[in-house]
């Protein structure tokens, strides 16, 4: 398995423009993880899927954060309209339940 | 509130000494203890992973141990080469709560040849 793919690996966007985050998890995984890494904050867990279903959204900061997983093999992570404070790398990450998690790489987002 | 702290926030050896990377929790009904490794730019590579019911995990000159009763996980790193450079993250996935990790802030480690 290649491991968790993020796309993009950069982007840079403008403020009030949407951002699609993408995450294919290693295949068997249950649990799928979108965290975000700041310098103030560090590794934040967004929200986590089990199954392809939401199960605790209560770290998106606001409710231009949206996130979806359609099926057990791709996730999104949208942003809509963006603002410069949303600036952060985005980490997706799976599992299988109570083992080890794997990262993917990273999609370092730039808001201008 | 389950938090996680990592002591010293950076740490800077010479080449060749064996070293210790300190990480606490505040609960100890924990599932496991995964430490990572964060080079500049990229993503977490995972290094152990330890269970609940273990006291240590060794991979090559890494060695992890965990003390649930003291909220304590150590990370000890033989030999340190310059290539051992990196930040070094620890997380904690809690019993009773949701099934994600909750990180510490991190040691930047640098080795210097």
């Known amino acids: 398995d290649a491991g968790v793919i993020q796309s993009p690996r950069h982007e840079v966007t403008e403020m009030g423009q949407e951002v699609t985050l993408r995450c294919k998890p290693i295949?068997?995984?249950?649990?799928l993880f979108w965290y975000r890494q700041t310098m103030m904050r560090g590794l934040e867990l967004l929200i986590y899927?089990?199954?392809?279903?939401?199960?605790?959204d209560s770290g998106m900061p606001e409710d231009r954060f949206s996130a979806k997983m359609p099926n057990a093999s791709f996730s999104t992570l949208k942003i809509q309209p963006s603002e410069p404070r949303d600036s952060a790398v985005y980490f997706c990450?799976?599992?299988?339940?109570?083992?080890?998690?794997?990262f993917g790489q990273g999609t370092r987002l730039t808001v201008v | 509130k389950q938090e996680v702290t990592q002591i010293p926030a950076a740490l800077s050896v010479p080449e060749g000494e064996n070293l210790v990377l300190n990480c606490s929790f505040t609960d100890s009904a924990i599932y496991n203890l995964q430490w990572f490794r964060q080079d500049p730019g990229k993503g977490l590579t995972s290094l152990l992973l330890i269970q609940s019911s273990q006291r240590e995990q060794t991979s090559g000159r890494l060695n992890a141990s965990l003390d649930k009763s003291s909220g304590r996980s150590t990370l000890y790193i033989a030999a340190s080469q310059p290539g051992d450079s990196a930040t070094y993250l620890c997380a904690v996935r809690f019993s009773g709560s949701a099934r994600q990790l909750t990180f510490g802030s991190g040691t930047q480690l640098t080795v210097l040849p």
């Open positions: 899927f089990n199954n392809n279903v939401p199960i605790d």
């Open positions: 295949s068997g995984h249950d649990y």
């Open positions: 990450a799976s599992s299988p339940l109570f083992t080890e998690a794997f």
